[in-house]
Nanobody
Framework: QVQLVESGGGLVQAGGSLRLSCAASGRTFSMYNIGWFRQAPGKEREFVAGISWNSGITYLAGSVKGRFTISRDNAKNTVYLQMNSLKPEDTAVYYC????????????????????WGQGTQVTVSS
């Protein structure tokens, strides 16, 4: 099972930017699609962005499309989430996760399709 560690969270003013990183170790990272999810207090965990194992497919939730981008560097076993034009409603704990099945051609958007999760990193956007 792959181990994931998120970093890069913090406090930023509305309109600012952050770049989150998800560093992986363990099973072959480059075989798996990776997703970013977030969870705000009192809310369910929601899909934010995902990228296929070979970077051929990226998918962004409607709420972040045009503001966030996802990328990966398999040589560094790392996935990035670049977040621009941040809004207070982006405040949440952000998690990265690896899909259960390898070499999938479709990026999953449901938490049940992922079986390896990081510990999360807090992002707070002030107004």
């Amino acid at each position: 099972q792959v181990q994931l560690v998120e970093s890069g969270g913090g406090l930023v003013q509305a309109g600012g930017s952050l770049r989150l990183s998800c560093a992986a170790s363990g099973r072959t990272f480059s075989m798996y699609n990776i997703g970013w999810f977030r969870q705000a207090p009192g809310k369910e965990r929601e899909f934010v962005a995902g990228i296929s194992w070979n970077s051929g497919i990226t998918y962004l939730a409607g709420s972040v499309k045009g503001r966030f981008t996802i990328s990966r560097d398999n040589a560094k076993n790392t996935v990035y989430l670049q977040m621009n034009s941040l809004k207070p409603e982006d405040t949440a704990v952000y998690y990265c996760a690896a899909e259960t099945k390898s070499f999938k051609s479709i990026v999953a958007v449901t938490t049940t399709s992922y079986n390896s999760w990081g510990q999360g990193t807090q992002v707070t956007v002030s107004s």
